[in-house]
């Protein structure tokens, strides 16, 4: 049998972004796919952000998009999850990366999604559809959103069961995490819905707050949003934070920023 192989992708210097080499890839399905790169000794970032990433176009410039770090800030490698977009024109390049090809980096993330745009409370609960479900790995993996939060509430929106990245390690509540273990065991929860194929859940998120589904055992508190005690990050299409921001607004919640902490912040998982 032939394997086709083919030499590592290497990239030559660019003055503005740095290299790193890529450790691993892991396709989902044929809409998605995650992979890790080395992470510079240089690169400092907080759990939640983004930064830009990329590869060298046909015309031999720097392609780059934004992308949220899916790894806690701890971490020595960086993590993404990704979209694969038909015709994109950097997806349809990246999604054929492969160990110890290289990848442009930014060198500064960026990024609402943090804990210090949040004011202190009890329940933190990070929304998300699609692929607005990275930047709540990096913070859910991160130690210190655990000293900062009662519990830390993960939803995840998606079309088809099989978009539901990182199914195995949300349901086992992280247990294979060693720095977060023991209180994600006890304080993390995880619900997965999926809109388009029949599953155990299948409401949109609005739809499962509104129904008490969010705030059920083992959520201790009120069965609704509440400004006094919960903290609420947002990440996905501008229609869903768009709907859910004025849901929040309307329920007396202040949008947070890194100068300003609130009760919530919102990030786009895309533009478009
Ligand atoms: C702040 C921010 C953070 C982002 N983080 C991520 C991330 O962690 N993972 C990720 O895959 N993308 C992320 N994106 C989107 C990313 O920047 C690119 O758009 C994506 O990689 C596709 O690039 P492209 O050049 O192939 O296509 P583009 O020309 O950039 O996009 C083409 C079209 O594809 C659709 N699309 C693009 N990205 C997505 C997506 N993520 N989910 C669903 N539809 C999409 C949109 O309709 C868009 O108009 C982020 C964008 C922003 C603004
Ligand atoms: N994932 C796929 O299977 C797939 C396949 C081909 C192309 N794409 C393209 O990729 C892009 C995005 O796809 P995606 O699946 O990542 O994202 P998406 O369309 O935003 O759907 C992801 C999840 O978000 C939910 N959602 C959408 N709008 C919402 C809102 N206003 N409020 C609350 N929830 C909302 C969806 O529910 P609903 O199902 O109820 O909308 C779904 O559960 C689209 O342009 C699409 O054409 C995706």
Not at 4 to 22: C, D, I, N, Q
Request: glycine content about 8%; proline content about 7%; hydrophobic content about 40%.
């Amino acid at each position: 049998m032939t394997l086709h192989t083919r030499p590592p992708a290497l990239l030559p210097e660019h003055k503005s972004f740095l290299t790193a080499g890529v450790r691993w890839v892991r396709h989902w399905n044929e809409h998605l796919f995650s992979f890790a790169i080395e992470r510079p000794a240089s690169f400092r970032f907080r759990s939640g952000e983004f930064v830009m990433i990329g590869l060298l176009d046909d015309e031999g410039k720097a392609l780059m998009r934004a992308y949220s770090i899916a790894s806690p800030a701890w971490s020595d490698e960086l993590e993404f999850l990704s979209i694969k977009v038909a015709d994109g024109p950097l997806t349809s390049k990246l999604q054929l990366i492969r160990p110890d090809d290289q990848l442009y980096l930014g060198r500064k993330p960026t990024g609402t999604l943090v804990s210090d745009a949040l004011l202190p409370g009890k329940r933190l609960f990070m929304l998300g559809t699609g692929t607005g479900l990275a930047p709540f790995l990096s913070v859910a993996r991160d130690p210190e959103i655990y000293d900062r939060f009662d519990q830390v509430v993960m939803v995840h929106s998606v079309r088809r069961v099989s978009d539901l990245a990182y199914y195995e390690e949300l349901t086992a509540q992280l247990a294979s995490d060693p720095l977060v273990q023991e209180q994600a065991l006890l304080q993390f929860h995880y619900v997965p819905t999926v809109t388009r194929e029949p599953f155990h859940t299948s409401g949109r998120i609005q739809a499962l707050a509104d129904d008490g589904t969010l705030f059920r055992s083992p959520v201790v508190g009120p069965a609704e949003f509440d400004p006094e005690t919960d903290r609420i990050m947002l990440c996905g299409s501008m229609s869903m934070i768009r709907d859910f921001a004025e849901m929040l607004e309307g329920k007396g919640f202040i949008e947070g920023s890194n100068a300003n902490p609130g009760h919530f912040v919102i990030e786009r998982a895309f533009v478009g």
